[in-house]
Structures are given as structure tokens and as C-alpha cells.
């Protein structure tokens, strides 16, 4: 009888033990909603680092209460390098994800937001799309987990807004000067970059003294200062100084026109015009990354009331 009493008892206390330890555990076995933050990628550090900064800034929303509802903040790289969305989704997971929202901090829709990534993640199957990925040794996503695709930066003011702050710190006298605006486009959706450039030449015309606002989608290679120089002739008629302004994450025109050598290319049109020509060396990143964390805390606080 007291044999069977001690052994109650011994068994008592581990159901004790273990049932203090399944307390302990609870936080991490409840389930956790995940936001993940997809960008491009780029091999340079320069065009990384203002990206992946973009994740303590977001987490110091969540902590602040700013942003209820989400756990686990990350930020991925669509290609090129890690952080990789799959090795991204993987961590999400690890620490106890039972839902993602992955957010596309792209301009507007595209080959990638459209194609790539939803390949990535599994949400469609395109062999082509796939192999194209396979060759740039892009991982594919393969869960169980929820991954809901958010919307790109056209579905905002962010990039009216964005543009108008770099054109407000570098205008000197708005109403003598010509704003041209760049992009990379894409052929297969042009009709939205189409329509995000005619936002952005509106707003600022809206926004400031300026009159003349022109737009162009010229690619970064050996083209570069062919496809500009048109423009810039244009503009030179009309005024006598001239800001040029890249509608892009990270890059800058700059970097671009110090690269393709602008000074010597446009020096003729400089000379028999004395126009000043002015070159943005900022993109929409690190230069309005608080625009971006509120647009990324906005976008992210529809979804989770979406939810309810």
C-alpha cells in the first residue's frame, strides 16, 4: 500500500514537472504571424544595406505597439544573395511562423512581382519562369505555410512623395527649373509604369512651382546618355536648369551619369545653352526610409485587420 502511494506520488510530481514545463514552452507553441519584407537584391553592399536596415526599423515598430499583430519581422532577397526568400521563410518558420506576409518593396508591378517571386514562393508554376530562376541558382520556397503576396509601392502615394523630397532638397528656383524623372520599366506591364510616371510628373507639379516635369524608362547599360540626351535637349529649351531624378530603390541617377560619362556627353548642349544640369545622388533609399517603414507598417496593419 505504501509502495503504491510513493508511486502516485513520484508520478504526481512529474506530471507537476512536465506540466510547468509545457507552461514555459506555451509562448513559443503559440502560433505566430510572420512579416517578411521582399526586395530585388544586388550583389553591391551599398544597394543591400539600406534594404536590410529597413528590418531593425520595422521591429522597433512592432516593439513600440505600432504595429500589432506580427511577430517576426525579416527582410529577403528576391536574387543575387542572401538573405534569400526561401532561406527567409525557412527562418520565419523556425521560430514558430504559422502565417507570412511577404510585402514586395518594388515600384510597381513587374516581371518580378508578378512572375518571379510568386514562382518563389509557390503561389504559381510556370516551367519556364523556373528555369530562368534555376539558372541564377534562385532556391524555390517549398511549405505548408500560409504566404500571402502584399502589394507593390504603385498601390500608394510613397513614390509621389518620395520623388518630391528629393526634388524639394535639390531645386533652387522651381520656377526656372525642369524635373526629368528615370525609371527601368517593363515592357510586358508598361501601362503601369506608364501611368506611376504621370502620378509622379503630376504631384510635383501639384507640389511645387515647377512647370516642366518629363519622365523617361531608360535601362542602366551602354545606352544610358543615347536615351538621356533627347530629354535633356528638350528641357534646355525651356529652362535653364535641370534636375534629374531616378525613380529607384537604391540606385541613383549620379552614379549612372558619372559612369556613362554625362559631363562629356552633354558638354556641347551645356556650352551653347549655359543650362545647369543636375544629377540625384539618392534613390527612394536610405533618403526616405521613414516613408517607406510607414508605408510598409501601413500596408502590413490592412492586412492583419483584413484578417479579422
Not at 135 to 144: A, D, G, L
Not at 154 to 163: F, Q, R
Not at 205 to 232: C, N, Q, R, S, W
Amino acid at each position: 500500500m505504501m509502495n503504491r502511494l510513493l508511486i502516485k506520488m513520484k508520478m504526481k510530481k512529474k506530471m507537476m514537472l512536465l506540466l510547468a514545463l509545457l507552461l514555459t514552452l506555451f509562448p513559443t507553441l503559440q502560433a505566430k504571424t510572420a512579416l517578411m519584407i521582399v526586395a530585388h537584391g544586388s550583389p553591391m553592399e551599398s544597394w543591400r544595406k539600406p534594404v536590410l536596415d529597413l528590418e531593425p526599423l520595422v521591429k522597433q515598430q512592432v516593439a513600440a505597439g505600432k504595429l500589432k499583430g506580427i511577430d517576426i519581422v525579416k527582410v529577403a532577397l528576391m536574387e543575387y544573395t542572401e538573405p534569400s526568400v526561401a532561406s527567409m521563410v525557412k527562418a520565419c518558420e523556425a521560430e514558430g511562423a504559422d502565417t507570412i506576409f511577404a510585402l514586395p518593396i518594388f515600384i510597381a508591378p513587374s516581371g518580378h512581382t508578378e512572375e518571379d517571386l510568386p514562382n518563389i514562393l509557390g503561389h504559381k508554376y510556370n516551367p519556364y519562369v523556373r528555369e530562368e530562376l534555376a539558372e541564377e541558382n534562385t532556391e524555390m520556397v517549398h511549405t505548408k505555410t500560409p504566404i500571402i503576396l502584399g502589394p507593390t509601392f504603385y498601390y500608394s502615394y510613397v513614390l509621389e512623395n518620395s520623388m518630391l523630397d528629393r526634388i524639394k532638397t535639390l531645386s533652387k528656383d522651381d520656377a526656372n527649373e525642369a524635373v526629368i524623372y528615370l525609371a527601368h520599366g517593363d515592357d510586358e506591364r508598361i501601362g503601369f509604369w506608364k501611368e506611376m510616371l504621370n502620378n509622379v510628373d503630376k504631384f510635383t507639379k501639384e507640389h511645387t512651382k515647377i512647370t516642366y516635369v518629363d519622365h523617361a524608362l531608360i535601362e542602366m547599360g551602354h545606352d544610358f546618355g543615347k536615351e538621356l540626351m533627347p530629354l535633356l535637349t528638350k528641357a534646355a529649351q525651356k529652362k535653364k536648369r535641370i534636375i534629374v531624378q531616378g525613380v529607384y530603390l537604391t540606385s541613383d541617377v549620379k552614379r549612372m551619369a558619372d559612369r556613362h560619362k554625362m559631363q562629356d556627353v552633354q558638354k556641347d548642349l551645356v556650352k551653347k545653352t549655359g543650362v545647369e544640369i543636375v544629377y540625384s545622388p539618392d534613390g527612394i533609399l536610405p533618403a526616405s526610409t521613414s516613408r517607406v517603414v510607414d508605408w510598409i507598417v501601413a500596408q502590413t496593419k490592412q492586412w492583419v485587420e483584413s484578417k479579422r
